[in-house]
């Protein structure tokens, strides 16, 4: 793999790079896995290199607290030689000549909407890109299965696939790793991890957080799009994917798109709701569609669950249930693996008798696997016990570890392109349904688990089983 020094960021002023790309950045460089970068950023906004400056300054003087000498110097130095440029990237031949004007292979990040991205690139594929240049381009890739191989084609006129980053920032999370050994590095769970022994598969996101001031991108995307077409399904794939000779990128990425090709979601078993006015703890949230930015004709959900079936021999029958959804009581976000209840249950025993179940925390990764063991008192009872561990946290942050990817040459946590489209096109017959209002749109107050009859919480899991 090949080293780049020399990073773009295009979108520079706006709110994601400077809430997570910034600080991904300045924890790779802390941590002495950027060195030699140059960084520049480049946007439209008034002012620009004061602000940018003030950015980086701001960003990396927080990172350099927590760090030795050698990261603050390094964070320093970076900090004193980047660069701003102002710039249209819909405008031709602007960004080639910015391009033209560094050395070296640059790894340009794309912070941008997905249509501005489209153009951008359109209009490099006349510019004559230094070999090397990485190409890096930020979710949501498209707007549907079309746009996004629209977008593909593009890249792929420019650069080869190894060079194209597409970023989801899950797959940056050390849960891809903790999910890869978990399955692979143990005896006792790959035998067991199919449908003979599998009952269903929950992957949950559930945030307290709200819209966040995010109205211009979230309120044309909603759950569906924002959560489950991307992050989710990934996590999906790793969980139900076939164990990978290597952890290199061609066969973790072949392993997560067959597991993706055979994924299908019924338009008919999804669920689709909107919060109304209420309280998260002690701050009161507006109703969604009283939100500032937020039109009702978008008819946006805020939470989102659809059921997958993974047409294949390990998983025929199990549904795969993925939920997200923003503005709920309680931050829930795992993988929950519940088991068949076993052929025969010894006549005598008394208590719970419930299904064998594990959890994989993510973010902060967590293990938590429930177990029905004889406890104290009476020998006949079963109680259930809960086995717990905290793994480790991401040091890097989900964003260092892609841009270490991005830098270093390894698009292992990039998601490929095929499989940017196999996750459009999965999404898309619900997103068809609820579009020709096929799925009633429900309703929850802010801070609740969710309409109803929709269970959140880890032990009414058990009653979902179908
Ligand atoms: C983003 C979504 O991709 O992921 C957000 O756009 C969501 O809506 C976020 O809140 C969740 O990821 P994390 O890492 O911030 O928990």
Redesign the pocket.
């Known amino acids: 793999h090949s080293t780049i020094r020399t990073l773009l960021i295009l979108g520079a002023s706006g709110d994601l790079t400077g809430r ?1 790309l910034l600080p991904g950045v300045a924890r790779l460089i802390a941590a002495g896995r950027a060195k030699g970068l140059t960084l520049i950023g480049a946007g439209g906004s008034q002012n620009p290199q004061e602000s940018w400056q003030q950015r980086v300054d701001r960003v990396f003087g927080a990172a350099a607290e927590g760090c030795n000498a050698s990261g603050r110097a390094a964070l320093a130095k970076v900090a004193k030689t980047t660069a701003y440029h102002q710039l249209d990237v819909t405008a031709e031949g602007e960004l080639a000549a910015l391009l033209a004007s560094l050395t070296g292979p640059v790894a340009i990040y794309f912070a941008l909407p997905p249509a501005v991205s489209q153009r951008a690139c359109e209009l490099l594929t006349a510019a004559d890109l230094p070999a090397g240049t990485r190409l890096v381009m930020e ?1 949501p890739f498209g707007s549907s299965a079309a746009s996004a191989h629209q977008l593909n084609a593009t890249l792929a006129a420019l650069v080869p696939e190894s060079h194209i980053h597409r970023v ?3 797959l940056g ?1 050390s849960t891809v790793f903790n999910i890869l050994g978990l399955r692979f590095a143990n005896r006792l769970l790959e035998p067991l991890w199919n449908s003979d022994h599998i009952q269903q598969v929950e992957i949950i ?1 559930d ?1 307290d ?1 709200t819209l ?1 001031n ?1 109205a211009g ?2 309120d044309r ?1 909603g759950a569906l799009r ?2 489950i077409q ?2 989710l399904l990934q996590i999906m794939a790793l969980v139900a994917m076939e164990p990978p000779a290597t952890l290199g990128e061609q066969d973790v990425r072949d392993g997560i798109a067959t597991v993706l090709r055979a994924s299908t979601a019924a338009p008919a078993k999804s669920r689709r709701a909107r919060y109304t006015a209420g309280k998260i703890g002690r701050r009161k949230v507006p109703d969604y569609l009283a939100e500032a930015g937020v039109e009702a004709k978008n008819n946006t959900e805020t939470l989102a669950e659809v059921e997958v079936s993974i047409a294949n021999w390990r998983w025929a029958g199990v549904p795969f249930i993925l939920r997200s959804g ?1 503005s709920l009581g309680r931050s829930r ?1 795992e993988a929950v693996i519940t088991y068949k209840s076993v052929p025969h249950l010894p006549t005598g025993f008394r208590g719970t008798d419930s299904p064998t179940k594990l959890h994989i925390g993510f ?1 902060p990764d967590t293990l938590q696997l429930d177990l029905d063991v004889n406890g104290p008192g009476d020998l006949f009872t079963l109680n259930r016990v809960r086995l717990e561990a905290e793994l480790a946290g991401d040091s890097l942050l ?1 964003y260092g570890e892609v841009l270490d990817g991005v830098l270093n040459g390894d698009p292992l946590l990039s998601v490929r392109g095929d499989t940017a489209e196999l996750c459009w096109q999965i999404v898309e017959p619900t997103l068809d349904a609820w579009h020709a209002g096929k799925v009633p749109m429900e309703e929850y107050p802010a801070g609740s688990s969710g309409p109803a009859d929709w269970p959140t919480s880890n032990d009414h899991s058990a009653t979902r089983i179908r």
């Open positions: 997570l979710k989801d920032h899950f999370k996101f945030e957080l966040e995010r991108y979230y995307a924002d959560m991307s992050h923003k976000k973010g989900p």
